[in-house]
């Protein structure tokens, strides 16, 4: 069980490294209260902490640097990012920490903290992206949570808005064909970087009994996700299936984009810090004010723009 309720998700991401994250403990306020974790006028004399996976693997050598260091109630444990060879999915996901706790006065037990979350690298921009961007130079976990899920809100957003899936992964759609005369089909997500297979069913099965279509018998164009076809699909309904691979990574996603996700991350979470939702203004120290006159429900002019120019239109 989780015993740190109001302490925010510790969020690790790739390259990552002596990341430091503070645990408060709470001292009880008299010899007979039982408000706190550690007994009254008692401090914390020694800490061990052990990092478990999701499948309860002890992975602390992967993801705790040194031995944690205590100050009175307050025990810090410094982290980084676990890296095992290249396969990035033996990483990801939640890590569970037990800390082992004595007492300058001899009590001992045990805590979990269960939200230690490694994330991928399969997005576009990061937090430290964003640090740059609001110009701070440290964040708390706090402040690394808020970033992390308001990162994950824009990207969910961007795909919503612009109909499409822009991280890279493999698709399977279907298609059908109202007069059958037509030779173009046009795909949701692109660009495309493998074109698997094409199958025409017109029992809709699309099982290992069906025949994908002679690589021959059409073209694509990678850039705008159309498939060109020698002779037309026929007449159907969900007759087609297609099985394809088509998004960006982290490396060739378009600067232009990146900056504008950036940029709209970056006004949400001052919003959030500031809890400005609604204000359509802020007057600064000395006079300046900040206009909010270009957002519309948190949204930037620049980041609809970019929606208008890269949505895909309804098929």
């Known amino acids: 069980m989780d015993q740190f309720q109001d302490t925010g998700d510790i969020i690790l991401e790739a390259g990552d490294v002596d990341i430091s994250f503070t645990f408060t403990f709470t001292i009880c306020s008299s010899a007979t209260a039982n408000d706190g974790a550690i007994p009254f006028e008692d401090t914390i004399s020694t800490v061990v902490v052990t990092a478990y996976d999701d499948d309860n ?21 410094v982290m980084k990012y676990p890296v095992e060879g290249d396969n990035e999915l033996d990483v990801v996901g939640k890590y569970r920490l037990k800390m082992i706790i004595v007492t300058t006065g001899g009590t001992t037990f045990d805590v979990d903290f269960n939200r230690v979350i490694a994330e991928g690298s399969d997005g576009f921009f990061n937090i430290y992206d964003l ?42 759609e279907i298609h059908g064909s109202k007069d059958g005369l037509s030779r173009l089909l046009f795909l949701k997500n692109y660009p495309i970087t493998t074109l698997t297979s094409v199958k025409i069913d017109y029992e809709r099965g699309f099982g290992s009994g069906i025949t994908a279509e002679d690589t021959d018998s059409y073209t694509h164009d990678p850039d705008t996700g159309i498939i060109y076809r ?34 709209q991350t970056a006004v949400l979470y001052k919003q959030s810090q500031d809890k400005s939702w609604h204000v359509s203004s802020i007057t600064q120290p000395g006079g300046a004010t900040i206009s909010f006159s270009g957002l519309r429900g ?3 002019r620049e980041y609809r723009d970019a929606v208008d120019s890269n949505t895909v239109g309804i098929t």
């Open 57 to 77: 693997v002890n992975r602390t050598a992967d993801i705790i640097v040194g031995t944690p260091s205590v100050s009175d109630q307050v025990v810090t444990i």
């Open 131 to 172: 640090q740059r961007e609001i110009h701070i130079k440290e964040l708390d976990q706090q402040q690394r949570s808020s970033l992390y899920y308001i990162i994950k809100g824009v990207l969910n957003a961007w795909d919503r808005d612009t109909r499409r899936t822009w991280i890279s992964t493999t698709h399977t």
């Open 230 to 263: 020698n002779a037309n699909y026929g007449k159907g309904i969900r007759h087609i299936q297609v099985v394809y691979v088509a998004g960006y990574t982290n490396i060739n996603f378009p600067e232009a984009l990146k900056r504008v996700l950036i940029r």
């Open 298 to 300: 948190g949204w930037t």
